[in-house]
């Protein structure tokens, strides 16, 4: 009788423990899914410009200064070591063209020189001709103007990955 019994009761323990474990995984997936929703939905909130599957880049270092009362003036900036990937913005606030040029003090390479009209602004990217990043160490921004002074608002950024824009 004892076996009976206890046959007749395994099948609806087992049944019980079954759907036991069935109801405890979807709690637990209902659980991960909402943190997940939270997740994206803060991300988005921070930045609305990250798209799906990329990685926000980080920034090794940022710049900012106002040049003038000089026709031929200079800057410095660092680019850290893996930040490679440059950034920079120029007002030229002048009544005549600026011309700004920039150079890694280290090894003294031109990575560029470009003129700017007055009232004029430029954003230049190191991404269209060095796609794999500027080297790190100091750089040395030069400004020069043959009729005026040299008044140029000037910004940039070093970060990890490429820049958009």
């Known amino acids: 009788m004892k076996k009976k019994s206890f046959l007749t009761i395994l099948p609806v323990v087992a049944v019980t423990v079954i759907i036991l474990l069935a109801v405890s995984t979807q709690k637990e997936n209902v659980t991960s899914s ?3 929703d939270n997740i994206s ?3 988005n909130l921070q930045d609305t410009n990250l798209q799906d599957n990329v990685s926000p880049s980080r920034i090794g270092n940022k710049w900012s200064g106002h040049l003038s009362g000089s026709k031929q003036t200079s800057s410095s900036f660092d680019v850290p070591k893996g930040y490679g990937h440059v950034q920079l913005r120029f007002l030229n606030q002048g009544t005549s063209e600026a011309v700004i040029s920039v150079a890694h003090e280290g090894s003294g390479k031109e990575y560029f ?3 700017i009209a007055a009232g004029e602004s430029l954003v230049w990217t190191s991404d269209a001709d060095y796609t794999q990043g500027m080297r790190s160490g100091y750089y ?6 043959s009729s005026s002074y ?3 608002d000037y910004s940039g950024m070093a970060s990890d990955l490429p820049q958009n824009k």
Request: avoid cysteine; hydrophobic fraction near 45%.
């Open 113 to 115: 020189t470009k003129t």
């Open 41 to 43: 939905q803060h991300v």
């Open 34 to 36: 909402a943190s997940v």
């Open 150 to 152: 040299v008044d140029v």
């Open 140 to 145: 040395i921004l030069s400004f020069r103007s």
